[in-house]
């Protein structure tokens, strides 16, 4: 018996990480499409769960507010992720996420986890701005106003 603990690199479960949050999130959207059962619904109570825990982003700027989102977009393994915007106004860009292996390997289309971006708007609701999302072929615009 090997009675040691084992070490990764934090570089090597940020990955594991960011593969099994995404392999989560589409499995879950697998399973709504395999039944016939519309994912938004669900989305919006994960949204609505989220919320409570941005109550200090009611504090915040516009510009902080997007940085978080992207933070997170970032950390589920969107690596092309930009903002937009002035004034009282955001754009979040985020290109190719879910990541298209993934999407192969669910054997589901990109346009089939659309759903999966409405989870924002009952935490942005709760903190007081309007939000809406976009999608353009690979690229999905999530927008955030005061």
Known sequence: MVDEITAFDTESL???SIGNL???ILAIVAYYK???IDTKEFTFFVGEKFAPGWEV????SIDEVARRIALNYASMGAVDVKITGEFDAREIHIKDWPNQSYLDGFKIKRSEVND???VI???MKYIGLN???EVNDDEVILKIKK
């Open 14 to 16: 940020l990955e594991s």
């Open 22 to 24: 995404q392999g989560i």
């Open 34 to 36: 395999e039944k016939g």
């Open 57 to 60: 982003a009611k504090e915040w």
């Open 116 to 118: 999966i971006f409405f």
């Open 121 to 123: 708007e009952p935490i």
């Open 131 to 133: 939000y809406e999302f």
